[in-house]
């Protein structure tokens, strides 16, 4: 099973900060890697699939980068509504896929 | 308007059987796989499994074959999730959503581009 791990765990910043999340994980994963955003009460959003192309309707302050092993989810200025949990998943192997365990981005 | 619209919320006992839903709209049902995803109580996500409604070919993650049943039924568009006797650690949220690319098993690509709104399932003891 190949596993993801997301950090930081937390992220505490002010709205208009730069968000930097990362997702590593435990083998070569090439460029099958997901990003999706959860809001409170809300079910989760794709935001960037095949490691960094943006899903259709997504704002340009999300970008996202990396191959392999090493991923990075950045929010240029956090807007209100983007504070939230952020997950990736790896689609390399079906068995299973997996996500990451989640990065909160909350409030300073 | 691709949209998956799920079964509501389930209060069941240990033991007890359960199938939950979600009707699709908007979309070629038969030609797009389709999968749960599990979330218990403030933890992450969970996948379960996958079918491809157009030949039921289902594939489980190991952690769940075996425990739940995923169908799908033409017909009517809609997918389901089923146990035949739940535990108390069955409580959770139960996703469906939509692996984007009707071509995955070629492609590779199976990631979830439509996701339903969520039914919350709570098993007690």
């Known amino acids: 099973e190949i596993v993801l791990t997301q950090s930081p765990a937390t992220l505490s910043l002010s709205p208009g900060e730069r968000a930097t999340l990362s997702c590593w994980a435990s083998q070569s994963i090439s460029s099958y890697l997901a990003w999706y955003q959860e809001r409170p009460g809300q079910a989760p959003r794709l935001l960037i699939y095949?490691?960094?192309s943006r899903a259709t309707g997504i704002p340009d302050r999300f970008s996202a980068s990396g191959s392999g092993t090493d991923f990075t989810l950045t929010i240029s200025r956090l807007e209100p509504e983007d504070f939230a949990v952020y997950y990736c998943q790896q689609y390399s192997s079906l068995s299973p896929l997996t996500f990451g365990g989640g990065t909160k981005v909350e409030i300073k | 308007e691709v949209q998956l619209v799920q079964s509501g919320a389930e209060v069941k006992k240990s033991g007890e059987s359960l199938r939950i839903s979600c009707k699709a709209y908007g979309y070629s049902f038969s030609s797009y796989w389709i999968g749960w995803v599990r979330q218990m109580p403030g933890k992450g996500l969970d996948w379960m499994g996958i079918?491809?409604?157009?030949?039921?070919?289902?594939r489980y993650s190991p952690s769940f074959q075996g425990q739940v049943t995923i169908s799908a039924d033409t017909s009517t568009g809609t997918a389901y999730l089923r146990w035949s006797s739940l535990k108390a650690s069955d409580t959770a949220m139960y996703y469906c959503?939509?692996?984007?690319?009707?071509?995955?098993?070629?492609?590779?690509?199976?990631?979830?581009?439509?996701w339903g709104q969520g039914t919350l399932v709570t098993v007690s003891s």
């Open positions: 095949d490691a960094s």
């Open positions: 959503a939509r692996i984007s690319v009707s071509l995955a098993w070629l492609t590779g690509e199976w990631y979830f581009d439509f």
């Open positions: 079918i491809y409604p157009g030949d039921s070919d289902t």
